[in-house]
């Protein structure tokens, strides 16, 4: 049995992780809910039960006797607060970008690298990825081995909910407004989102680059090759659409060899956590509505290329706060206890 804590319970992802924790039945001993100053004495539920949120302090670890410590307050918090964990002797699964490029620190995606997970013991932290990668690699798994990927080309179309609980709020205000004929004003007062959000789509996502790419963008590029262990070239847009959970991803793969979309369809299929849904003749395809509150990546419109036999399309989408957070955090958790034998 663990004693768990969850940085950030309070957030979009703390509070799904207080549900993935149960869903997957963690062995838990003790769960200590962990928050700013400000949300002390608030509370949190798990497995039916009322916990008191405790401010975040480098002591808390080590005076709770924290075993498995979840991070997903902001890379800031994590890049001071994460080494008092792992001193305390926890293993630290952090869902913020701080950690995931440091080569001293595994970047996991159990159904991917759960090998990767072994290198824990340099740091004491595992590194969550971004949630946009974590649902294209595991399309990408099955079709490199297939096919043998050399470039991958995707446009994003990302939920409110990676900006947390304050981007779902900002467009849940924004569509009020718009019903109330008042947005205008609301869109003066936004802070989340570049733009407006409501009935808008907006081509940026993280700050602008030198190289004209985002940093999420380019998140997209090194987490996914750290991940897999290849080199691929990867040309990612993304772009921030009125949705409020579920991420989904046109991609395009160029390969070494023929493409064939039943074997795709096969070895996609035959995945973990992977569902197909591809009958164009139904209407039926992957979509934020069906992706939402499940643990699946949905892969859908696969389709060959009409002028390069090497080339393959599809649709994918998940769950944001599930698939691309605390599910694959949690995932992570449930590995690591297999390896380390506990
Ligand atoms: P709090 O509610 O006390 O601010 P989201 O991603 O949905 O915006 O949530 C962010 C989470 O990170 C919240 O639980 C928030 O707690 C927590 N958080 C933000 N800043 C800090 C901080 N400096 N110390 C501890 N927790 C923080």
């Known amino acids: 049995m663990f004693n768990v804590a969850i940085v950030g319970a309070t957030g979009a992802v703390g509070e799904e992780l207080l549900r993935v924790i149960e869903e997957y039945e963690i062995p838990v001993k003790k769960?200590?809910?962990?928050?700013?100053?400000?949300?002390?004495?608030?509370e949190v539920e798990f497995k039916g039960e009322k916990l008191k949120v405790k401010e975040l302090t480098c002591e808390v670890f080590e005076e709770e006797e924290i075993d498995i410590a979840f991070f997903s307050a902001g890379g800031s918090v994590s890049a001071k607060f994460a080494p008092c964990a792992a001193e305390?002797?926890?293993?630290?699964?952090?869902?913020t970008s701080y950690f995931r490029m440091n080569p001293d620190v595994p970047l996991?995606?159990?159904?991917?690298?759960?090998e990767d997970i072994a290198l824990w013991k340099k740091t004491g932290i595992i590194a969550n990825p971004n949630c946009s990668t974590i649902q294209m690699v595991i399309s990408l798994a099955p079709l490199h081995k297939e096919f043998g990927i050399k470039r991958v080309e995707v446009a994003t179309y990302q939920a409110v909910s990676g900006a947390g609980k304050k981007g779902m709020e900002e467009l849940f205000e924004q569509m009020r407004a718009i019903f109330n004929f008042k947005l205008d004003k609301k869109v003066e007062e936004r802070?989340?989102?570049?733009?407006?959000?409501?009935?808008?789509?907006?081509?940026?996502?993280?700050?602008?680059q030198d190289n004209g790419f985002t940093r999420e963008e380019m998140k997209m590029v090194n987490e996914t090759n750290k991940i897999m262990h290849t080199n691929f070239e990867i040309a990612p847009t993304c772009v921030r659409v009125p949705v409020l959970r579920s991420h989904s991803e046109a991609i395009t793969i160029y390969c070494e060899k023929d493409v064939d979309v039943e074997k795709a369809k096969e070895v996609l299929e035959n995945f973990e956590d992977i569902k197909v849904i591809d009958n164009p003749e139904n209407n039926?395809?992957?979509m934020p509505i069906i992706a939402t509150d499940t643990d699946y990546v949905y892969v859908g419109r696969i389709r060959k290329d009409l002028f390069n036999s090497k080339v393959l399309h599809f649709f994918n989408v998940a769950d944001q706060l599930?698939?691309?957070?605390?599910?694959?955090?949690?995932?992570?958790a449930k590995k690591w206890i297999e390896m380390e034998g506990k």
């Open 108 to 114: 996991v995606v159990p159904e991917v690298n759960p």
């Open 191 to 208: 802070e989340v989102f570049p733009w407006q959000i409501a009935l808008n789509v907006i081509p940026h996502i993280d700050k602008f």
């Open 284 to 286: 039926e395809y992957p």
């Open 88 to 95: 305390a002797g926890a293993v630290v699964i952090d869902n």
């Open 322 to 332: 599930r698939v691309g957070a605390a599910t694959n955090a949690v995932r992570i």
């Open 31 to 42: 769960l200590v809910p962990l928050a700013s100053k400000r949300s002390v004495g608030v």
